[in-house]
């Protein structure tokens, strides 16, 4: 079983950065790809971005597309969200999630094919 943990949420202005972390673990290898969905109040979770753990392939939602940026470090078991040009828009709980069954593209972005979630990280952006 693989267990999470994010790190890295608070308040940002504006136009400013965060960055988010994943670490994994657990039976991390036998993480097949991992992702981060965010929820904003009275709102349903939403897909965010995704990568394949071993070929580092990506997939962004389209709000996120050219803002944000994920990353991975193999050797740490450790998933990052590099987010910039924030806007309040984007305030939301982020969760990070691994998936243990191969996956394609289309299921890259459907939260039910991750097995494991973490607690979630608060991310507030003040205009």
């Known amino acids: 079983q693989v267990q999470l943990g994010e790190s890295g949420g608070g308040l940002a202005q504006a136009g400013g950065s965060l960055r988010l972390s994943c670490a994994a673990s657990?039976?991390?290898?036998?993480?097949?790809?991992m992702g981060w969905f965010r929820q904003a109040p009275g709102k349903e979770r939403e897909f965010v971005t995704a990568?394949?753990?071993?070929?580092?392939?990506?997939y962004y939602a389209d709000s996120v597309k050219g803002r944000f940026t994920i990353s991975r470090d193999n050797a740490k078991n450790t998933m990052y969200l590099q987010m910039d040009s924030l806007n309040p828009e984007d305030t939301a709980v982020y969760y990070c999630?691994?998936?243990?069954?191969?996956?394609?593209?289309?299921?890259?972005?459907?939260?039910?094919?991750?097995?494991?979630w973490g607690q979630g990280t608060q991310v507030t952006v003040s205009s």
């Open positions: 657990g039976r991390t290898a036998s993480v097949y790809a």
């Open positions: 999630a691994a998936a243990t069954r191969p996956m394609v593209v289309y299921t890259m972005s459907r939260e039910g094919w991750y097995d494991t």
């Open positions: 990568i394949e753990w071993y070929s580092g392939s990506t």
